[in-house]
C-alpha cells in the first residue's frame, strides 16, 4: 500500500473548480476533519509576480483560503521575505494585506517560540513563529521552480519561509538540507497545493526564467510531494537522501480524466554549480557576523546580487 498520493493535473486556467478537484482527489475533509485553525503557507519572498516563476498566484491563495473558509476553518496566512528585502514594505506593496479573506502575518514580527534542531550532530536553538506551533493543521502552497543551491525549490523548501530572518540566516549558515528536514519533521504539511501554472526553470529560485507548464499538484506530504516530482523529473536532490516511501502518484488531464502525458521538464541547474553554489552560500551566511563587524550589512551585499538589473541579466544568459 503507498504511504501517500501525489496528483498532478493539467489545467487551462487557475480556477476554483480546479482547487476543489486536487482536495477533492486528497480526500481534504477527512485530513481535516476536526482541525480548527489552519496556517496557510505560500510562497510569496519576492516582489516578482506569478508570471515570472518566482511566486505563487494570488488567485491560487485565494481558492485555498475560500475551500477552508467555506468548511468554517479560521485561516492564518504567514510569509518572510528574502534577506535582502524589507518585509515589511515587501507585503505592503504586494497588497497580500487586504487581498484575501484570511489574516496575513508577517512573521519577521510575530511572537516565537524556541525549538531544538539537530544539525549535523549538533543540537542547535531556533525560533519559530507560535501561530504556527498553534495551529491544527498546514496547507503549503510552493512554487515549481528551480533553485541554485537545492536544484529544486519545492514543497519542503517553501517552510524555510517560516523562520524569521536572523533564523533563515543561521540554517543557511549551519546547513540549508538539514535546516529544512528539521522545519518539516517539526511542521509537518497537511495538503500542499502547488502552482506550476507558470514554472521557474534555469537559475531559480529568483533569476531563473519563467516557462509556461499549465499544471497544479496536490500532495498529502509535504515530503511524498518532493520524493514525486524528483521521481518525474528523474532527479536526486540530496535533501531526500534519508527519505524513503511509496508514493501513489496519479496524472491528470485537463477533463479530469486520468493520463499518463504530463511534462514535468524542467532545465535544472548543472549538478556541479549546485555543489558548488550550495557551499558558497553556507559560507557567505557563515561570513555574516564579520561582516557586520566590518560595517558591511550582508543584506546590502544580497541586493547587490539579487536586483532587477542582476535578475535581467541572468535571464538573458539563459534565454
Known sequence: MPDHIFIAKKILEITKKEVDFLFSKLDADKKLKGKKKIFVKP????????????????????YVVDYLNERDKKVYLGEVGAHQYDSE???????????????????????????????????????????????????????????????????????YGLLPGNEKWKGHALGLNETICNI??????????????????????????????????????????DVAVSQMLHVDLPLLKHKNMNVDIKLYNEKGE????????????????????????????????????????PGKVLNLLVNDKTIKFWRSLQG
Open 258 to 297: 486520468r493520463t499518463e502525458d504530463i511534462d514535468f521538464s524542467l532545465r535544472l541547474p548543472p549538478k556541479l554549480y549546485s555543489w558548488f553554489w550550495y557551499h558558497v552560500n553556507e559560507y557567505f551566511y557563515k561570513c555574516g557576523p564579520f561582516l557586520e563587524e566590518k560595517g558591511i550589512p
Open 184 to 225: 518539516n519533521e517539526l511542521i509537518p504539511s497537511d495538503m500542499v497545493i502547488t502552482d506550476g501554472y507558470v514554472a521557474m526553470e534555469g537559475l531559480g529560485p529568483t533569476l531563473g526564467v519563467p516557462v509556461q507548464k499549465n499544471v497544479l499538484f496536490g500532495a498529502d506530504s509535504a515530503v511524498a510531494h
Open 43 to 62: 510562497n510569496l519572498f519576492a516582489p516578482e509576480g506569478s508570471q515570472t516563476g518566482a511566486t505563487v498566484d494570488f488567485d491560487l491563495i485565494s
Open 89 to 159: 514594505k515587501l507585503f505592503k506593496d504586494l497588497g497580500v494585506y487586504d487581498r484575501f479573506n484570511a489574516e496575513f502575518i508577517n512573521l519577521n514580527f510575530t511572537e516565537f517560540e524556541e525549538v531544538l534542531f539537530r544539525i549535523k550532530g549538533v543540537e542547535y536553538t531556533f525560533k519559530i513563529p507560535k501561530i504556527v506551533l498553534k495551529c491544527d493543521g498546514v496547507i503549503n502552497i510552493p512554487k515549481y521552480k528551480t533553485h541554485a543551491a537545492t536544484i529544486l525549490s519545492l514543497a519542503m523548501k517553501n517552510l
